[in-house]
């Protein structure tokens, strides 16, 4: 993205314009996460090296040569090593059904690709070793993306639907083997999708509100022949695949859907006297159902209320269905205080356990009407520290639990893209910590590392949360593969894709001073160094445990990030003061971490991965960190700008 111009893009991925548009648009806001532009790159072409390149590559191999005698180790886990373990199950299926009435525990895939997963069969996003490992661990739902008009041979999208008999089979066949297993799947339906711009040039009458920038309109759903293909799509797919557990559909979100999904005012003709976006809301959930019960299935429709308001949000659920089920994010609304100065959460925290203030008032009103209510919550990770398949702090995990138990909830989202790996902080869902422990590492050893996790909970739980800035921008999901510059770049970071130097952003324009952050992070490390120890201190049988051992793994990568997080803040705030001692020492400690880092991925290719941006980072990016980082101890003045 930063090396090649558009058309070499191309050239490497194989791929069409149309498939690049596709996949920036609906590849989970790829385009938002690679900064909302392509920087302007020159055609990247061969010429043999001169002296002074051969001279410097040679320096470079004798640099890594220096840290990493041995370059790959031959037990060493290669990169996406993981999904091999997943691929096969390594028992036969329960072969006991799910049922619509048991207490719901839903989950994404941890090796999907997330924007058009149905289209390629071999890239199965639930292999049948993943099944069963979520099976084991009481999940009985899984959700994927899926856009209607990839699914459905819709006549006005033409081209845009090829693929569908594609589409379609994978996911009757996903769902007849997730079945044998006692899982049901579920589509996620953020609908009716925009359209792109050309699409409008044939059907002028269905276009509301442009999205310029993303190149797409949304299809006004005041127009009865976009509410006909809503229901008409739906029906056509339940009815195609009966074995679907069901659904649930945002109505409000990123995407552009109908003329109010984004935009409390709209300038299309049909929508702009709308006073808020409940009647739009309402016309979407209702011609889903309509559709999914006019295929006679009996499959759940889940409503989920993100960014519905307050001041709106009851007037939709006293005009849906009854038999709509709703689902909202525990943790939205939640206050929180890092050292006196306030927060607030939107949603995906693992730190700081909900309920907020938002989801029981509407958990209630839809229980008085007798509806079902969900919790979305996030039990594995999160974006405060995305790049391990789970953060050991099941003792926060399971206060939320046991918050969301008091108030009668049963059936649970228990993740988005990211999170669904399975093991965990997932069992806690039936379990104590105690019980955890014990089931995990053997009771002879369940106190003390009770007692090193109470530790990872209690530093973790200090993390400065107030709505989205830190955890899209931070370094904390990239941690020791961030780079140092010893320059202002300039550049802005953009929702979990490059870090950058932006301390600004990190720091929520300036909502937790720079100082406070440093200090937080270094004393987050410093706890998650303490449980280390405790770790380290135990007997020496859990080293023959695997469990132990993936454990003390994610714990000590834990530490890394977290640290690293505070070196690079520390770094940035000495930089600004001209402190060239103290950025070298930084990069001296940023350095010894990225090693750290870098054997414990050899030793578990999940470090660094996330489903949706799968790797966040690999061995590349923490090799070309530690030869930055020598570059800056003994050379900081002439250190270039990346």
Known sequence: WHLLPYEQLLTLLGWTADHLDFTLREDDF??????????????VVYAPLTDAQRQQTEALRALLDQHFPTRRQPDADPPFGFLGKLAHADHAPSGKPWQAADPLALIYSYSAVYGDPLLAPELDPFPDGLLGRLAERGINGVWLQGLLYKLHPWAAAGEHSAGWETRLKTLGDLAKRAARWGIGVYL??????????????????????????????????????????????????????????????????????????????????????????????????????????????????????????????????????????????????????????????????????GPGPIAPRLWQYARNQGRRIVAKVQLNATWELSSLPYVPVPQLAKRHLEHLAELGIRDFMLSWTLGGAPG?????????????????????????????????????????????????????????????????????????????????????????????????????????????????????????????????????????????????????????????????????????????????????????FEASNHYLYHENELLEKIIQCHYLMTQPQRSPVK
């Not at 009771?443 to 090193?452: G, L, S, Y």
Request: hydrophobic share 40%; with cysteine.
């Open 30 to 43: 790829l385009w938002v996460k690679l900064g909302n532009l392509k920087p302007d790159c020159p055609k």
């Open 188 to 353: 996620y339906l953020n609908e009716p999708r925009g359209m792109p711009l050309a699409f409008y040039e044939q059907h002028p009458e269905l276009k509301g509100v442009a999205e310029p920038g993303l190149g797409v309109a949304s299809l006004c759903t005041s127009r009865p022949a976009v509410l006909d293909y809503l229901r008409e799509s739906t029906r056509f797919v339940f009815d195609r695949v009966p074995e679907l557990a069901g659904a649930f559909s945002i109505s409000m979100s990123e995407n552009l859907t109908h003329c109010l999904s984004k935009t409390a005012v709209t300038d299309c003709p049909r929508c702009r006297h709308l006073e808020n976006p409940a009647a739009n809301v309402i016309a979407v959930l209702s011609a889903i159902c309509d559709g999914m019960r006019d295929a006679q299935s009996h499959a759940r429709l889940i409503a989920w209320s993100w960014a519905w308001s307050p001041d709106w949000d009851t007037q939709i659920l006293d005009a849906l269905p009854r038999d709509i089920e709703l689902m909202c994010v525990s943790e939205t609304g939640l206050e929180t205080d890092c050292r006196g100065v306030r927060g607030r959460i939107l949603d995906y925290s693992l730190a700081h356990p």
């Open 424 to 608: 965990g902080n997932l069992p806690l869902v039936d379990c104590t910590v105690r019980e955890w422990c014990e089931r995990r590492f053997g009771r002879h050893h369940a106190a003390a590392i009770e007692t090193a996790c109470r530790k990872f909970s209690q530093g973790f739980g200090q993390f400065p949360f107030d709505g989205t800035s830190l955890i899209y921008t931070g370094p904390q999901n990239f941690g020791c593969a961030n780079l140092l510059y010893s320059r202002p770049t300039g550049c802005r970071a953009t929702m979990v894709g490059f870090c950058y130097d932006d301390l600004a952003s990190w720091s929520g324009g300036g909502h937790y001073p720079s100082e406070l952050l440093e200090t937080v992070f270094m004393a987050m490390a410093a706890d998650w160094r303490e449980g280390l120890d405790m770790l380290r201190g135990l007997a020496a049988e859990p080293a023959d445990n695997p469990a132990c051992v993936e454990l003390a793994t994610m714990a000590e990568a834990g530490y890394c990030i977290l640290q690293s997080s505070a070196n690079q803040i520390a770094f940035y705030r000495r930089r600004d003061a001209n402190d060239r001692t103290g950025c070298a020492q930084l990069a001296q400690a940023e350095g010894d971490l990225a090693r750290r880092l870098l054997a414990l991925q050899r030793r578990d290719s999940r470090i660094g």
